[in-house]
């Protein structure tokens, strides 16, 4: 295709790994842009300056001033490049606007946990620069033939757009988790510059507040979210969180795309976090990796004993609180378990007086930690997932990819991605991981009693662990997908 030809995206984002990352947007905000440079996209990543985007981004040039930008502090616009490997890198646009963004604490807390007490006014500027650049008010020569929007942090960008009345690109949003909706008191409208006939019903509004997810479902031209399974449960009760009514008036706008992984990354043959590489065909140096792991993470060195593996928000999302129920039978099994998360202070302590309580069995580490999770993923035998909902999930893939079966409860993308161990699925070499539902301790138990019996049968475990190794976690068909929706909105 002439570069002539391209299609221009602007793909709006509060996360991008390895700049900025809590959870999966932070990989997807890397690795779909690429996917779809590679498919001929010309993209530009749209990003808050946060100091890690400040430092990390290179080659930084100062492409604009916002100096009366009316309702936000003075910003400027950069843009740079980052690097992601030796062969790729995306071209990057960051809002710099000191007042806002020059400070250390995450993206959406602080250094307490709290929410940032101005985090509309953050997310405010995000959305509205994405609608600037994105319409024939920008102060740029590039201008996308899409805005593409991401969670509820630029849900606002079709909502601006919606009331500019000059030429504009269509947009697209991808929900990747609709329980974050960005929702703020009803003053926050005229605060960001909102017409005040915006909060409303068909507009805004979302039970007496203003929302920003809502705003960017109501008036994008498309929606996406991160796998088929969760665009059907969103549209019901009791995923919806409220927004099934609106999600299903405009479900032939809605169209789940699973996400993909980055393969060059999560690549058990040359990931440099590992201490021994190995592919499906060399698994013995497979468990290499767990005695390491178990060493490091002070567990008794044992290559008998199956090792779980956890790396997760600890939330209720993520089941969290079950897992810790069921830790007193666990480690009769005997089974040991290596968990790496943080999140919720309540159940981080919960788990670290487990580990106190079964130091052979249960290792924990609170915090944020990119290389031990890759050792984690390598490590152990199991990947433990027993998320109440997960619209899509990473760790399901990177762990089929490691040789390590995950066990799911059966939601979300979960469903699409991993193939439930049974005679049949084993039998036509398609099983893949165990997989449960209702979700309650007692199936999340005896689905890790099953794992315990298969993987003393070392036919079976090494099948399984083959077959999950051999599937495309690939963005290849995915970013295609999303190139093709780009495509039908611009025609
Ligand atoms: P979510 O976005 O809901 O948190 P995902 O499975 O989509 O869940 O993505 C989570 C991502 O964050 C994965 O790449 C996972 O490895 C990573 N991750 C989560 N917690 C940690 C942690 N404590 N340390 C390192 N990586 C983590
Ligand atoms: C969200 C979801 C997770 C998904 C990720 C990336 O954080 O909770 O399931 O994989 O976004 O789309």
């Given at each position: 295709m002439q570069s002539a030809q391209k299609l221009k995206v602007l793909f709006i984002t509060s996360e991008i790994y390895p700049l900025c990352k809590t959870g999966g947007l932070g990989d997807v905000s890397a690795s779909l842009p690429v996917a779809l440079q590679n498919l001929q996209t010309d993209i530009k990543i749209l990003l808050p300056g946060y100091p890690s985007v400040m430092q990390g981004v290179k080659y930084k040039r100062k492409i604009s001033e916002f100096k009366e930008l009316q309702h936000f502090p003075p910003t400027t616009l950069l843009a740079g490049k980052l690097a992601l490997s030796k062969t790729e890198s995306l071209s990057v646009l960051v809002i710099d606007c000191p007042g806002l963004y020059a400070r250390e604490g995450g993206p959406y807390l602080d250094a307490g946990g709290?929410?940032?007490?101005d985090n509309a006014l953050r997310f405010g500027l995000l959305s509205k620069i994405g609608a600037i650049l994105s319409s024939d008010a920008s102060p740029l020569k590039w201008q996308p033939d899409i805005a593409h929007c991401n969670d509820w942090q630029s849900g606002l960008t079709p909502a601006y757009l919606h009331f500019h009345s000059g030429a504009k690109a269509p947009t697209v949003i991808t929900i990747?988790?609709?329980?974050?909706q960005g929702n703020f008191a009803p003053g926050t409208v005229i605060q960001l510059g909102?017409?005040?006939?915006?909060?409303n019903v068909h507009g805004v509004e979302y039970y007496g507040n203003l929302s920003f997810l809502k705003a960017g479902i109501y008036y994008a031209d498309h929606i996406t979210t991160v796998s088929s399974n969760y665009a059907k449960e969103i549209q019901k009760e009791p995923l919806g969180f409220g927004m099934q009514g609106l999600l299903t008036t405009r479900s032939k706008q809605l169209t789940g795309i699973i996400n993909g992984i980055d393969i060059e990354k999560w690549n058990p043959e040359t990931d440099p976090h590992l201490a021994k590489n190995y592919s499906s065909k060399k698994l013995s140096n497979k468990s290499f990796n767990k005695a390491v792991l178990q060493q490091r993470m002070g567990l008794d060195v044992d290559d008998a004993i199956p090792l779980f593996g956890v790396i997760s928000r600890l939330t209720y999302q993520k089941g969290t609180d079950l897992l810790i129920q069921i830790i007193p039978d666990f480690v009769k099994l005997p089974a040991q378990l290596v968990i790496l998360g943080s999140t919720h202070v309540e159940l981080e302590a919960q788990l670290m007086s487990l580990a106190k309580e079964y130091p052979q069995s249960i290792a924990v580490k609170i915090g944020f930690d990119e290389a031990l999770s890759h050792l984690i993923e390598a490590g152990s035998d199991c990947f433990l997932m027993p998320s109440r909902?997960?619209?899509?999930?990473?760790n399901q893939m990177y762990s089929q990819r490691y040789g390590t079966p995950p066990i799911v409860h059966a939601t979300g993308g979960l469903v699409d991605t991993v193939v439930n161990l049974t005679p049949d699925t084993l039998a036509n070499g398609t099983a893949s991981g165990f997989s449960f539902s209702p979700i309650t301790t007692g199936n999340l138990f005896s689905t890790i009693q099953l794992v315990v019996e298969t993987y003393r049968n070392t036919k079976t475990w090494q099948k399984l662990q083959k077959n999950a190794m051999a599937k495309d976690f690939s963005w290849q068909a995915s970013a295609a997908a999303y190139q093709e929706i780009y495509r039908s909105l611009i025609a």
């Open positions: 709290y929410d940032w007490p990747h988790n609709l329980a974050f909102l017409p005040a006939s915006s909060f909902f997960e619209p899509c999930g990473l």
